[in-house]
């Protein structure tokens, strides 16, 4: 079993379009983030959630939402999409939030096309 | 900005070992020192981490040195599946007690037949 599953792997879509990428993790963790990798490979976290509360959220701007209906997901919906909006988004989660041994497992990645 | 500074790139013969240094030189005395790795167009894995002594799994081994100011990764026989940008990281505090993982340029391993 997949241990961090993202949904879709692939996204195309047209500026202006609002979409949602989905997340789902089986290992019990009671941490999720959200992390964009842009087109010159740097990693950032964008959002991180500890039971179903926003934790962090780094200067994003107010078209994505993150959403954690209960502890196993962390969906990410992104209004008014724009040419900038293109990456691969990285969903991970972790056993606890800000502990010495917080390691993260991070899913597969939405590789988000906007044209 | 990420707290640790890598070299850009590496080759590696396979069967060698891989040895990967990291400069951590403004690290605090309780922070952990963490490893991940991507392999390409795949998500970023948890390599290893550790404090100050040196620590051993089953895919690598971290040495630290005594002043905690630099760490050196050790894939002990690479493979050519070892191929990936490997990641030193420093956690840092976003705020109270909360931490993020600052991921920067990491380390372009490449192991070569």
């Known amino acids: 079993d997949t241990a961090v599953s993202q949904t879709p792997k692939y996204l195309v879509t047209q500026m202006g379009n609002d979409k949602s990428i989905k997340c789902e993790q089986n290992?019990?963790?009671?941490?999720m983030y959200w992390y964009k990798q842009d087109s010159k490979k740097f990693l950032k976290i964008m959002f991180s959630?500890?039971?179903?509360?926003?934790?962090i959220n780094e200067t994003v701007p107010n078209r994505f939402s993150p959403k954690s209906p209960d502890k196993a997901h962390l969906n990410l919906h992104i209004n008014s999409l724009e040419l900038g909006d293109s990456a691969v988004y990285f969903c991970?989660?972790?056993?606890?939030?800000?502990?010495?041994?917080?390691?993260?497992?991070f899913g597969p990645g939405t590789r988000l096309t906007v044209l | 900005d990420a707290k640790t500074t890598q070299p850009t790139s590496m080759d590696c013969a396979e069967g060698r070992a891989a040895n990967l240094p990291c400069n951590h030189s403004?690290?605090?005395?309780?922070?952990?020192v963490y490893w991940y790795r991507q392999i390409h167009s795949q998500g970023p894995q948890y390599i290893i981490h550790?404090?100050?002594n040196n620590e051993t799994n089953e895919m690598a081994s971290l040495i630290i040195t005594e002043d905690r100011k630099s760490s050196t990764l050790i894939l002990p026989h690479a493979t050519l599946r070892d191929t990936a940008v490997y990641y030193c990281?420093?956690?840092?505090?976003?705020?109270?007690?909360?931490?993020?993982?600052?991921f920067g340029k990491g380390t372009l391993l490449t192991v070569n037949p």
């Open positions: 991970a989660s972790s056993q606890e939030f800000g502990g010495y041994t917080d390691t993260q497992y």
């Open positions: 290992l019990g963790h009671d941490t």
């Open positions: 959630y500890n039971n179903k509360e926003l934790i």
């Open positions: 403004t690290i605090s005395g309780n922070e952990y």
């Open positions: 550790g404090l100050k």
């Open positions: 990281i420093v956690r840092e505090s976003s705020g109270g007690s909360n931490y993020k993982l600052t």
